[in-house]
């Protein structure tokens, strides 16, 4: 009999099965693709020789992630590449604001009556941020504060919505940037502890920046999984698990998949039946003969650019498709260049490029045309550059990755309680009533991301369990 049984390999279940192996116990690892890779997959979606992150391609959780950085995965081939900007956020007069490695140079994009509000909201927790990230990430009850004084002061300034966040701002670079950090997890910019989320991301890019991963996303999963053979570990793709008898006897089983998956496959009922899936996305791969023709020099220089004219803008966009149930006119996008870091992704003189815009979940819809008009906006003669193109909305990425429910790619609404307390109200959420199983998905804190802390706090809950059995 096996120690524990692992289903799903994206990085929560690749962490989740790691971690379990490092301590020496019997690790198997099943995935229904013929891949691993979850969320962070690389393949040639458009053209020969461009190479795609279907979903996660820049990665401030992950180079920042306390399970990523305890483990060896720089020696499975794992390479962080830096741009000069972790993220730009154009306007469309041609300037932008930046968040940059550098304090001083994001708070000087901000203009004068808003970089020392800036520096002061951001400052106090730079020095202490490896704890704090630790202590944000592994919350709750997997591990006690290592610093709750910080924690609690981070606490604070998070909870609360990010428009209240945003009054602390004059001028429109700064309170439009940050919404646009907040719109990271489709969240609502007025929703409980949006505050927190876009901190987090700020302060990730001044730690370590907003690296792409050498070779494609591809290179996290394969780094996991190599590690895990390594260890002794098992790996199946290419199995579909439909019932818990589907899998061989063991001692617990950890799911990396959605809550409503797990309740189907372990027999749990209506287990997560208030669960709630949050808004969909409409994504475009591009395959394009030379660089984003950007009207902001930083623009050019970003691995990831944000687009939105304004706060409001940003706002309107998140309400849309996530109270009112229809696509946003102006959407609101996430556009990632891994080409200014990794020339590898494409031929030579060429670019791979992405654009998301948030869309209601289940939409059925095409967003080419409002995604390529936005992206004219801030980039004149952008469709010049075009080469191929491969969309996907909420029913294809759904197929691609049962853990996106409707096209949700954070598994689940970043909203209400919700938001912290996932995948349902309980101090012990990666357990459920049946004994032997677990859930590790980003359906449990800290939630989205690519960065395995899920996978993480789940394996530390089943490891004591099995030392106590």
Not at 46 to 68: E, K, M, Q, V, W
Not at 102 to 113: D, K, N
Not at 135 to 143: G, I, N, Q, R
Not at 253 to 265: E, K, W
Request: with cysteine; net charge positive.
């Amino acid at each position: 009999m096996l120690d524990a049984v692992v289903v799903g390999a994206g990085p929560n279940g690749l962490t989740a099965a790691v971690e379990l192996a490092r301590r020496g116990f019997t690790v198997a690892l099943f995935e229904a693709r013929d891949t691993v890779g979850g969320g962070a997959r690389t393949e040639e979606l458009t053209l020969p020789g461009f190479r795609h992150d279907p979903c996660a391609a820049a990665h401030p959780l992950g180079i920042n992630s306390p399970a990523f950085r305890a483990l060896p995965l720089e020696r499975y081939g794992l390479e962080w590449l830096q741009p000069e900007l972790p993220m730009a956020h154009p306007f469309p007069d041609g300037s932008a604001a930046v968040l940059s490695r550098s304090l001083a140079e994001t708070a000087a994009s901000f203009g004068p009556r808003d970089a020392g509000a800036y520096r002061r909201l951001v400052q106090p927790f730079l020095p202490r941020w490896d704890t704090l990230a630790r202590d944000f990430m592994s919350l709750p009850l997997t591990a006690l504060p290592r610093d709750p004084v910080t924690l609690a002061r981070f606490g604070l300034a998070g909870l609360p919505p990010s428009t209240w966040l945003m009054r602390r701002f004059r001028d429109e670079k700064a309170k439009a940037l940050l919404a646009g950090l907040v719109a990271h997890v489709m969240a609502p910019l007025s929703g409980f502890a949006t505050s927190a989320i876009g901190l987090v991301f700020a302060l990730a890019a001044h730690a370590r920046g907003w690296p792409v991963a050498r070779g494609g996303s591809q290179a996290i999963s394969d780094a996991l999984a190599a590690y895990l053979k390594d260890l002794g570990g098992q790996i199946h793709t290419d199995y579909e698990v439909k019932r818990l008898d589907d899998l061989p006897p063991a001692r617990a089983y950890v799911f990396d998949t959605s809550p409503t998956a797990l309740a189907r496959i372990a027999g749990l009922g209506d287990l997560y039946g208030r669960y709630r899936y949050g808004p969909g996305v409409f994504k475009i791969d591009y395959a394009l003969d030379g660089p984003v023709p950007w009207t902001a020099p930083e623009a050019r220089v970003a691995g990831t650019v944000q687009i939105g004219a304004s706060s409001q803008e940003i706002g309107t966009a998140l309400r849309a498709a996530s109270r009112e149930g229809r696509a946003p006119d102006a959407p609101f996008l996430i556009t990632v260049q891994p080409g200014v870091a990794d020339p590898t992704r494409a031929p030579e003189g060429k670019q791979v490029f992405w654009a998301y815009g948030h869309v209601p979940n289940g939409w059925t819809g095409d967003l080419t045309d409002a995604i390529e008009r936005q992206l004219e906006r801030f980039a004149p003669g952008f469709r010049d550059r075009v080469l191929a193109r491969a969309t996907a909305g909420p029913p294809e990425l759904a197929a691609r990755n049962a853990n996106y429910v409707g096209g949700d790619i954070a598994t689940g609404a970043v909203t209400g309680l919700q938001a912290v307390l996932r995948p349902r109200l309980s101090l012990f959420p990666y357990a459920t009533p049946h004994p032997s199983v677990y859930i590790c998905s980003s359906a449990t804190p800290p939630g989205p991301g690519v960065h395995g802390m899920s996978g993480h706090n789940a394996a530390k809950a089943v490891w004591r369990r099995l030392r106590q059995t």
